[in-house]
C-alpha cells in the first residue's frame, strides 16, 4: 500500500535526509513539500528543498513557500549552529535557483486535501506555523486530511533546544498548540524515539560509499554529527525528521504508542513549548483515556535508519 505524503520541512540536514526517504521509497507518494523557517529562513529552506528533490529526479514534486517566522510575531531565530548557514552544513549549492509554486504553503495543503480528500498524510517536520496558517485559513481541513504525523516533542527523554522543549515545539509553541485542539488526531515523533535509532559512524561510511545521493548525504551528515559530538561525546546524529517519514508510511513500527491528551505549553519562561501527555496509564498497561486522540510514540521497532541509509546508498 502507498502512503500519500505533504511533507512540511524547513530544511536542514535531517529534513533533507526526510525528504530524500519520501522521494525514493516506493512505498511512498510525495505529493508535495511545503516549507517554513525553523532550522534556516523560510527562501533557504525552500532552496534546500528543491535542491534535493532536483537532486532524487523529483522535480514533478511541487515545492511551496510558507511562513517566515513565529505565529506571534516575535522575530525569527535560526538553529543555524546545528545545521549551518546554508542549513546543509556547509555544503549547499547556493547558487542554485528553485522553482517554488505561485500558491503559498497553505493554500496548497487546502488545494490539495480537496482534490484528494480523505487521502493525504500530512508530516510536519519542521515548526507548526504553516499547519496552523492552514487550519486559520480553513478550519474544515482535518475532515480532509487522513493523518498527521508531527515530529516534535519530547514526552518522558529531555528537550534538545531547552531542557524542557523539543525544538520545533519550541520555535512556535502557539501554533502547536492550535494543531493539537484541531479535531484531528496527531501522531507525535519525537526525541523519546529519534534519539534511539541513532546515525552512527558506520551509517555515514555507507552513504559516503554509495551513488551521488548517498555521498551528499554523507557530505551533509559531517558538520552535523560535529554538533551531536557535542551533546552526545560522540560522533552521531538523532534521525528526526526521517523516523517521523518513516512511522507515517509504515516503514517504521510504533511499538509503544498510547493514546493520549497532549498539551503545548504556550506560557513564557523555562518550560515554553514543553510537550505534555498524559502518560499515568504507564502503569495499568495504558487503559483508553476518554476523549483522548492524539498519539505519543514512546519506543519505535529498531533498524529504519539503517534501511533508510540502505535506501539512500543505493539511489
Ligand atoms: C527537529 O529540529 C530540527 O532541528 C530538526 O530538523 C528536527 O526537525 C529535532 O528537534
Ligand atoms: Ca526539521
Do not use: K
Not at 534511539?196 to 559516503?208: N, P, Q, T, W
Request: proline share 6%.
Amino acid at each position: 500500500m502507498t502512503t500519500s505524503i505533504i511533507l512540511d520541512v524547513d530544511t536542514g540536514v535531517d529534513d533533507a535526509l526526510a525528504i530524500l526517504t519520501a522521494a525514493l521509497s516506493p512505498q511512498i507518494e510525495l505529493v508535495a513539500c511545503t516549507t517554513t523557517w525553523g532550522n534556516v529562513d523560510v527562501d533557504t529552506a525552500a532552496r534546500n528543498t528543491a535542491y534535493v528533490l532536483t537532486m532524487a529526479g523529483r522535480t514533478d514534486v511541487p515545492v511551496a513557500r510558507g511562513a517566515e517566522g513565529p505565529s506571534n510575531g516575535a522575530p525569527a531565530t535560526f538553529s543555524t549552529g546545528v545545521h549551518g548557514e546554508d542549513g546543509q552544513g556547509g555544503q549547499a549549492d547556493t547558487s542554485f535557483v528553485p522553482t517554488l509554486t505561485a500558491e503559498s504553503a497553505p493554500e496548497l495543503i487546502i488545494r490539495l486535501s480537496h482534490e484528494r480528500p480523505g487521502e493525504l498524510h500530512l508530516v510536519a517536520v519542521g515548526p507548526l506555523t504553516n499547519v496552523a496558517d492552514a487550519l486559520a485559513a480553513d478550519p474544515t481541513l482535518p475532515e480532509r486530511i487522513r493523518e498527521v504525523t508531527i515530529m516534535g516533542g519530547n514526552f518522558l527523554a529531555p528537550g534538545n533546544i531547552t531542557p524542557a522543549a523539543e525544538a520545533n515545539i519550541w520555535h512556535d509553541p502557539e501554533a502547536a498548540q492550535r494543531v493539537v485542539e484541531a479535531g484531528w488526531a496527531c501522531t507525535f515523533v519525537g526525541l523519546d524515539v529519534t534519539m534511539r535509532d541513532m546515525l552512527e559512524e558506520h551509517h555515514l561510511s555507507e552513504l559516503a560509499a554509495g551513488g551521488e545521493i548517498g555521498r551528499y548525504c554523507a557530505r551533509i551528515l559531517d558538520a552535523y554529527y560535529d554538533f551531536y559530538r557535542g551533546e552526545t561525546g560522540r560522533r552521531c546524529a538523532g534521525n528526526h525528521d526521517a523516523l517521523a517519514v518513516g512511522v507515517a508510511a509504515g516503514l517504521a513500527t510504533a511499538t509503544l504508542a498510547p493514546v493520549v491528551p497532549i498539551e503545548i505549553d504556550t506560557t513564557v519562561g523555562p518550560n515554553r513549548g514543553r510537550t505534555t501527555a498524559d502518560l499515568r496509564g504507564i502503569h495499568n498497561a495504558w487503559p483508553v483515556v476518554a476523549g483522548a486522540r492524539h498519539r505519543a510514540v514512546l519506543a519505535t521497532e529498531p533498524g529504519f535508519t539503517e534501511r533508510m541509509t540502505r535506501l539512500l546508498a543505493g539511489a
